[in-house]
């Protein structure tokens, strides 16, 4: 009988950050309080001093010092480096999925991923809609890595785009796929969590919301831009 181990889960709310980028954060009526990832992002393009909170929070919290304890400490190949680098070839694929498959380590049900990307079949799918993992899939435990990607691949590639999306995951009571988690030396803002190809996701809801968009940062030059929230299951 096969068995698997699963990691802690990780949840980085409630946490407080300052309002104004000169308050002490000591100073509680100059404090905000966020209790959880939509509150986050409703905050992320109006008040930067919301990201450095919610970093420190998961990166300091026991269960995410597991996570790192348990990956620092097994022997990996050079594949699992490899595939963050451009180019990483499609032939190799099968030796990476087995050896995240072979270490053996799940998520938790409820823990909540992000993936900063378009839906793959359609862009922004139907309430209902699945698709199964057909190649790895790179998601973070951190929401703001997550709309950076988003935000960074719509000005560099997907400008015939008139929107980003955020796929929320949260991971079902049956879930059985397998994870790699990456260590923050190089990338401490990343919290990378990479799942192999034999997950399901299925959308449960989707919520349209404006970002306010740096006219220096985007080449469209736009104020704003539509950001689709789609909440989903992975099993």
């Known amino acids: 009988m096969e068995t698997y181990k699963k990691l802690p889960l990780v949840n980085p709310y409630p946490f407080f ?15 905000g309080k966020v209790d959880n990832y939509n509150k986050f992002i409703s905050l992320w393009d109006k008040n930067l001093s919301v990201t450095g909170p919610l970093k420190n929070k998961i990166k ?18 050079s594949l699992i480096d490899g595939y963050r680098c451009d180019g990483f070839p499609k032939l190799l694929w099968s030796d990476l999925i ?17 993936h900063g990307g378009y ?13 199964s993992l057909n190649r790895p899939l790179s998601t973070t435990l951190n929401p703001d890595s997550a709309l950076w990607h988003s935000k960074s691949d719509y000005d560099e590639e997907d400008r015939y785009r008139t929107y980003i999306s955020l796929i929320i995951l949260h991971v079902a009571n049956d879930s059985n796929f397998c994870v790699h988690v990456y260590d923050n030396e190089k990338n401490e803002n990343e919290m990378e969590v990479l799942i192999v190809p034999n997950a399901t996701i299925q959308c449960q809801s989707i919520t349209p919301i404006q970002l306010y968009i740096d006219p220096n940062f985007s080449k469209e030059n736009k104020d704003e831009l539509t950001c689709y929230l789609i909440e989903s299951t992975i099993r």
Do not use: A, C
């Open 17 to 31: 950050y300052s309002k104004k980028s000169n308050d002490y954060l000591d100073m509680e009526d100059h404090l």
């Open 119 to 131: 839906w793959p079949t359609t862009g922004i799918p139907t309430v209902g809609e699945k698709f």
């Open 98 to 114: 087995k050896e995240i498959n072979d270490n053996r380590y799940h998520l938790s049900p409820n823990q909540t991923i992000f």
């Open 60 to 77: 300091r919290s026991r269960e995410y010092k597991t996570w790192q304890k348990i990956y620092n400490g097994l022997s990996r190949s």
